[in-house]
Nanobody
Framework: QVQLVESGGGLVQPGGSLRLSCAVSGSIFRLLGMGWYRQAPGKQRELVAAVTSGGSTNYADSVKGRFTVSRDNAKNTLYLQMNSLKPEDTAVYYC????????????????WGQGTQVTVSS
């Protein structure tokens, strides 16, 4: 069984930074494609960034150049470094895992975390 636990959300001012973490239980982390999604109130859940088991990355246009997704296979942990945050980045952020693939805007893995709130406001 794969379990995902996010942490690192909070309140930050515009222009600030946060780093989200997603700890993954189980022994197959290195085989998982991982992704970060977000959902703002009244909006659909959207892909923010994803990384394959081999380390290739993909980003939504809205976060390119500001967010960086990474993974540490030794620690079974996924990260999302978020810089230059904007009020429109406010959402609940979820991590997602898919065996032998990569999460996309239309294909999502079966494993989800509980979400962590990110609020960007002055």
């Amino acid at each position: 069984q794969v379990q995902l636990v996010e942490s690192g959300g909070g309140l930050v001012q515009p222009g600030g930074s946060l780093r989200l973490s997603c700890a993954v239980s189980g022994s197959i982390f290195r085989l998982l494609g991982m992704g970060w999604y977000r959902q703002a109130p009244g909006k659909q859940r959207e892909l923010v960034a994803a990384v394959t088991s081999g380390g290739s990355t993909n980003y939504a246009d809205s976060v390119k150049g500001r967010f960086t997704v990474s993974r540490d296979n030794a620690k079974n942990t996924l990260y999302l470094q978020m810089n230059s945050l904007k009020p429109e980045d406010t959402a609940v952020y979820y991590c997602n895992a898919i065996p032998y693939g990569i999460p996309t805007s239309t294909v999502r893995g079966p494993y989800w975390g509980q979400g962590t709130q990110v609020t960007v406001s002055s």
